[in-house]
């Protein structure tokens, strides 16, 4: 690693040209990355890490402006280069994986050729030439059947297809650095796992270096040797994965792992930490250190006067530090699950519950409505929700769980089955069928605060609102109630004058909180609510989410893909496969053996930020069916690594039942499962 | 495919039939107004009557209706009362002078809107962006009146390259190639000037996609990247905005065909009209919904052919 880096970042400079100015979005970088290694950048949102990869291959838009320093690649300044010396870069030894696959292929252009078009680009080879290539880099990619891939569209191929395809694309030149930027946001937590899998499979066998860009720690530990941790446009610490994650110096990486929810964390032993405050906009860069706002350990006087360079740690090899206070912060530890949750809560008082509860659609085709093919979202679902307990619905996408969702609130009504509040029957009643008192006492909250408030209205209007409609009688001053909600949502009374746009994404969703809270329900539903905010924010939401149940005894029903964040925040959990529950119980049992096998594999997917806990990986085979094909057996059966046989295929599995309520529907006996699932065990369980 | 045709087959027919007995019922409703439009405001109720018992005007309009439909089947759409023609052949003659027309234009119009609206939104606020768009603007907002009158006086009277009026008759020393040189020139700038816009919204919007930035990032060379990659694209939602200027070009340039003296359709359902020659507007209606109708499918398939997400 002594040798010339293959990238180099000399105190560059980027700023944005905006009406308010040119914004300064990166102040002043200096990094690099040598041939072969792989290099993570982390941060959260608006920290200047897609400019870093745009500015790479000199991508930055019109607005955007290298104003200072010099970008070397490969020994050479890119700020040098023409028109065809940058394109002969472009691809060819610097090669991008974006974060949206499908956004980033041509929608009518078959995969194939937008696949062919690179090595006829670079090396001027001929249709027949590309066309073999390109096969054999779909092979290598792990995408089976090529050939038929290749003549495919965009849409006709799933997100993980997808994704694999623009890394075949980014690869098929044999480029010398692969710019990886958020390659794996927003795909399933299984898929996800496949594709780091295989980028690391990939760089083991190329020797290709990477620049891999992430908000989620997690992700960058599997690729990864050496990160670098960004906020406002400067490193502020880098080092290796096990200096980064044993001994980070930085307060802001420290917040950054603190509240980064990990599977063996509960809500109720392992609080996440979030960082407080919020991210400055880049407009006013005071002096000195641009944490200090919200750093915990700041020391004003030494803090805030002049600028923090980045320093090398005595002893560490490789890792530097922006911090004055680096080597007088405590050394750090990773909390810990300290007890045991209490079992002692048994199923008592459900308030809201499903029987057998199913949801067909018929989707509506030919000339009139002829053909009609139905589409099983929900087959026999049973969950329960204790009063003032969390129940999670956790799955893939495409399992039912928004499905789920939408029934329990009546945006959508059952099919088949029940769904009892307090005794009462819900399951066929729409949302105008609905009474206030019973909308009043079962609110949702959505994934994107963005479409749910309207852009229009202020703050305060949506609560009020939101007050007059679910209270039997106009309050008497709709100004205090609104001000009481937001406080109780932590957010100032002030901001009832703001509209949505001048929130940010957190504080969008405390007002969606508080709006659902205005009626003060008995139930919130909540699909997704944090997955769209970054890992700090995500914490102070999820935070506010288990201190308003402790404070109201809310029950909340709370839909995610991220089993880290349901294993810190639910009591009971429903796991959810094809529109089915697989398995269902209290937290602590569902994350333990024995588990279903789905379950499973879900678990061995999720990214562990912790460079010696490496569990071994169930990876799934295929992919999910169509929920419209008829059913006889069990609905993981074609995935399921696990399988027994045509049992599997043809017999619907039993729900075995465990003590305390536990339920896996498997053919498999528990008492098996449980020998052989010892791979991946809680870190908690394990330091027992 | 094949359902697709079905499909849009039986909507066509049922429109037609729709359109057809509404245009019919409308027209001939009262049983005495047909005759007395076709005898004129001097005629004695006398001979109103005796033209509407001869002609079978006394009878219900339902079983008038069916007759209608089974003489247009079969071919005879009626005698026009105003050229003193069958119906068929007046719409024949002029019909074919208007698709000449409509297709000179449509095939300037097509490449010359998607030259510039591509050009345009290549590079939203450029100088060619901003150039372009002026021009789109300036032609698309003078009337078509107001734009055959400024070239005529400047071709015809000023210039006397070409002549004032296309009546598609050889006749004055003008051929009739040059006579259809300022009907299609007002046609083309008047449209092209909707089109380009159209077009250049949709470029700029594609331009910004994530998979033009992936074509660049390839290393392709931006020719490439705007004609490989951004058109076929950008052309998607235009499609069936172009194809319905077709439908524009057939039966809505009127106002072109009366400044040149064109013998073109719109001007003769115009006569009609004002004639009260019933078969032929009743005739004419037909063909416009046909045309009207038709180009959407047009519309629908060229879209399906560009952008294979919504091939079933």
Known sequence: MTDAPLLEFRDVGIAYATRAGEVPVIPALSFRVSAGEAMGLVGESGCGKSTVALSIVRYLGRAGRLVRGRILFEGRDLATLDDEELRAVRGRRIAMVYQDPMASLNPVMTVGRQ????????????????????????????????????????????????????????????PALLVMDEPTTGLDVTVEA??????RELRRRRRTAILFISHNLGTVVRVCDRIGVMYRGELVEEGSIRQIFTDPRHPYTRGLLDCLPVLGRDKRYAPLVPIPGQLEPALSRPPGCGFAARCIHVDRARCTSAPIPLLPRDGARGHRVACVRATELAPWARR??????????????????????????????GLFGAGRAAVRALRDVDVVAVRGQTLAIVGESGCGKSTLAKVLTGIE???????????????????????????????????????????SHTVGYAISRALRRLRDRAPADPSAGVARLLEVVKLAPQMAARKP?????????????????????????????????????QATIVNLLAELQAARGTTLVFISHDLAVVRYLADHVAVMYLGAVVEFGRVASVFAPPYHPYTEALLSAVPVPDPDRQYARILLEGAVPRASERLRGCPFATRCPRKLGAVCDDTPPPVQRLPGGHHIACHIPTAELETLQTALVEPSREER | MARFFA????????????VSFLVFALSEFSPGAVARKELGAYATQEQVDLLTRQMGLDRPLPVRYAEYLGKAAAGDLGYSARFKLPVK????????????????????????????????????????????????????????????????????????????????????????????????????LFDSGYVISMIRASMIEVMQRPYIRTAVLKGMPLRDVILRHAVRNAMINPITVIMLQINYLIAGVV????????????????????????????????????????????????????DPRIRA
């Open chain 1, 501 to 537: 746009r001048q929130l940010s994404g957190g504080e969008k969703q405390r007002v969606a909180i508080a709006r659902a809270l205005a009626g003060d329900p008995d139930v919130i539903v909540a699909d997704e609510p944090v997955s769209a905010l970054d890992v700090s924010v």
């Open chain 1, 115 to 174: 696949l062919m078009e690179v090595p006829m680009i670079h090396e001027g080879v001929g249709a027949a030439t590309a066309h073999a290539r390109a096969i054999e880099m779909l092979r290598e990619v792990n995408l089976s059947d090529p050939e038929a891939v290749m003549a495919r569209y965009p849409h006709q191929l799933s997100g993980g297809q997808q994704q694999r395809i623009v890394i075949a694309m980014a690869l098929i030149a044999e």
């Open chain 1, 194 to 199: 496949a594709v780091l899998d295989l980028v």
């Open chain 2, 7 to 18: 499909k849009h087959l039986a909507f066509l027919l049922l429109t037609l039939l729709v």
């Open chain 1, 413 to 455: 009504v059952a099919t088949d089955g029940h769904v009892t509040l307090d005794g009462a029957e819900i399951g066929r009643l729409g949302v105008d069928g609905r009474s206030r008192e019973l909308r009043r006492k079962l609110q949702m909250v959505f994934q994107n605060p963005d479409s749910t408030l309207n852009p």
């Open chain 2, 89 to 188: 052949d007046v719409i024949g003659k002029h019909l074919g002078n208007t698709a000449l027309l409509a297709a000179l234009a449509f095939a300037c119009i097509v490449p010359l809107s998607m030259l510039l609206g591509i050009a345009a939104g290549m590079r939203e606020s450029s100088r060619l962006d901003r150039a372009i768009l002026l021009f789109s603007t300036v032609v698309a907002s003078i009337p078509e009146f107001a734009l055959g009158v400024f070239l005529a006086s400047v071709f015809v009277v000023w210039l006397g390259w070409l002549p004032g009026t296309a009546t598609l008759v050889a006749g004055g020393g003008w051929s009739v190639a040059t006579q259809l040189v300022l009907p299609v020139a007002v046609i083309v």
């Open chain 1, 336 to 365: 810990r699950a300290e007890g045991t949750a209490a079992d002692a809560a048994v199923v008592s008082d459900p308030v809201i519950s499903t029987q057998r509860l199913g949801k067909v659609y018929h989707a509506r085709s």
């Open chain 2, 255 to 306: 106002v072109v065909e009366t400044v040149f003296a064109y013998p073109g359709f719109g001007r003769m359902m115009l006569e009609a009209a004002l004639f009260k020659d019933i078969a032929l507007v009743e005739a004419g209606a037909l063909v416009a919904v046909f045309v009207a109708v038709a180009t959407n499918i047009l519309g629908d398939l060229a879209y399906m052919v560009l």
